[in-house]
């Protein structure tokens, strides 16, 4: 019996490699696509009756939650966390190739030293300033990113791009990015806080903690120690037995009325969003009742503080660690306010800087590390994550005719501590004089990234579709920063 014309190829040993290379390389590709299916945007799954569940994350995580901490207006990292000697140097010189340097208010005058003195902190020797005396005793607790750069040199953008990662409005928050991919592990209080500083909103306001295109349930839910959530007080003509009560009966009139409607997904969503608000009726109020902390932590944080300002922003530091500890998704705690003006009541030090700074360091500097400290002694730092950040640096000139320094966002630092990150630990760094960065260069988006990671997700795999687009928090960039990940 004579071969097909199919079966006569495998006689021929040229035909017979080819088909066989033809073959392997098909299954190369099939393993490659399936990878990279694996690794393609995913969405979340939410359940409309409960879409606060917890999630599981892409991977391992490090941390089940995160503090930011936001100091608005920019701070200068050449005056608190990043040592140039050369600019101590070279004080009232020209900043070399840039003697008619033009930024953001103007023309530069000459360089200035740091406005307070550096020195050695902890075992780690880290040069810190005294600007910051008391948080610079966590110098070995914390990993510095010395060459963070930002894409505008404008607060409101500026602001946008560090809360949202994009400098335009419209665009979801990393925290209401974190609770719509791993919703919550507290049942009563909601899975995003933000505290605005006493003295008011960051520049951009709700912009910092909104889900813009995302379910409005994830968008992050502002108050603060001294302005709680309003209207939870039950009546005094009602009795908590009664209002139990009504709570029950109107419970088992939505479940029934849902029964009736299976499938209607937006009615689920509403009873569960209408629940979660009377369990927030009992749970917020005992949460933002500070009363019950020991005399010890009050006085550790300066919540009886003589100044105002600085006795609000500690029960604010007080009121982030009880949200922590009560297992909130994502924090996030502002330090200044633009209803006060230009450098007045937050970090824009532009005219006179000395003397501001003197008034808004103190006001910062205790509570934040009461507030480190006391992550520490409850065991807290040990899966959450904070991250310091403020929306860009300065100049190492002063303006010309003032005694402040101009925007810059080519170089900066911010910090993170805890879960995930190196403790003690440095990684980039801008130039001799602290203009720009150039090594370990990093950009909000890794930035970003970053945090998504140690929580347990990919950056690039966490997606929203809108207007046609896999929407994401890091759009098309960004890299994690391993050389800072524990």
């Known amino acids: 019996m004579f071969p097909t014309p199919f079966g006569r190829s495998f006689l021929n040993r040229r035909s017979f490699l080819g088909d066989a290379g033809n073959g392997l390389a098909g299954i190369a590709l099939a393993a490659l696509l399936a990878e990279a299916a694996e690794k393609s945007a995913i969405a979340p799954i939410i359940r409309p009756d409960a879409p606060l569940a917890p999630r599981k994350p892409h991977h391992a995580a490090k941390a089940k939650r995160v503090l930011t901490i936001f100091c608005s207006g920019a701070v200068s990292h050449l005056d608190s966390f990043d040592y140039k000697p050369e600019l101590?140097?070279?004080?009232?010189?020209?900043?070399?190739?840039?003697?008619?340097?033009?930024?953001?208010?103007?023309?530069?005058?000459?360089?200035?030293?740091?406005?307070?003195?550096?020195k050695p902190r902890g075992k780690s020797g880290k040069m810190l300033s005294d600007l910051f005396p008391k948080l610079a005793e966590f110098a070995d607790d914390l990993c510095f990113l010395h060459g963070m750069t930002a894409k505008s040199n404008t607060h409101g953008p500026a602001e946008n791009q560090m809360s949202t990662g994009f400098t335009l409005d419209g665009f979801p928050s990393a925290g209401a990015w974190v609770s719509y991919a791993l919703g919550s592990e507290c049942a009563d209080l909601p899975a995003f806080v933000a505290i605005p500083d006493p003295r008011g909103v960051p520049q951009v306001g709700p912009n910092n903690w909104g889900s813009a295109f995302l379910p409005a349930v994830f968008q992050g839910t502002p108050f603060s120690a001294d302005k709680p959530l309003p209207n939870l007080i039950r009546p005094a003509a009602i009795s908590e037995t009664t209002d139990r009560a009504t709570r029950d009966y109107l419970k088992m009139l939505n479940e029934e009325h849902l029964k009736a409607r299976p499938g209607d997904t937006d009615l689920a969503a509403r009873i569960a969003g209408h629940e979660l608000a009377a369990k927030m009726q009992l749970k917020a109020k005992e949460v933002a009742d500070l009363t019950k902390e020991p005399k010890s932590v009050h006085e550790e944080y300066g919540t009886g503080d003589a100044d105002k300002v600085k006795a609000g922003f500690a029960r604010n530091c007080l009121l982030a660690?009880?949200?922590?500890?009560?297992?909130?998704?994502?924090?996030?705690?502002?330090?200044?306010?633009?209803?006060m003006g230009e450098g007045v009541g937050n970090w824009d030090g532009h005219k006179a800087l000395k003397d501001q700074y003197s008034i808004h360091a103190p006001i910062f500097d205790g509570p934040c590390?009461?507030?480190?400290?006391?992550?520490?002694?409850?065991?807290?730092?040990?899966?959450?994550?904070?991250?310091?950040?403020?929306?860009?640096?300065?100049?190492?000139?002063?303006?010309?005719?003032?005694?402040?320094?101009d925007h810059n966002p080519k170089g900066f630092t911010v910090w993170l501590a805890g879960a995930g990150v190196k403790a003690g630990f440095s990684h980039g760094a801008t130039d001799e004089f602290g203009h720009a960065a150039v090594e370990g260069v990093s950009t909000i988006y890794d930035l970003h990234a970053t945090i998504l990671h140690i929580l347990g997700l990919d950056h690039e795999r966490l997606t929203f579709y809108h207007n046609g687009i896999h929407r994401r928090l890091t759009d098309v960039h960004g890299s994690v920063i391993r050389p800072i990940l524990a």
Request: cysteine-free.
């Open 369 to 405: 590390a009461a507030l480190l400290h006391d992550l520490k002694r409850t065991g807290l730092l040990k899966d959450t994550l904070v991250v310091w950040v403020t929306e860009f640096g300065r100049m190492p000139t002063f303006q010309k005719g003032a005694s402040g320094r």
């Open 88 to 118: 101590v140097k070279r004080d009232g010189q020209p900043l070399p190739g840039n003697s008619k340097l033009v930024t953001f208010q103007g023309e530069n005058g000459n360089l200035t030293k740091p406005l307070w003195k550096y």
């Open 321 to 339: 660690r009880r949200l922590l500890e009560r297992d909130v998704r994502f924090v996030q705690l502002f330090n200044g306010s633009y209803a």
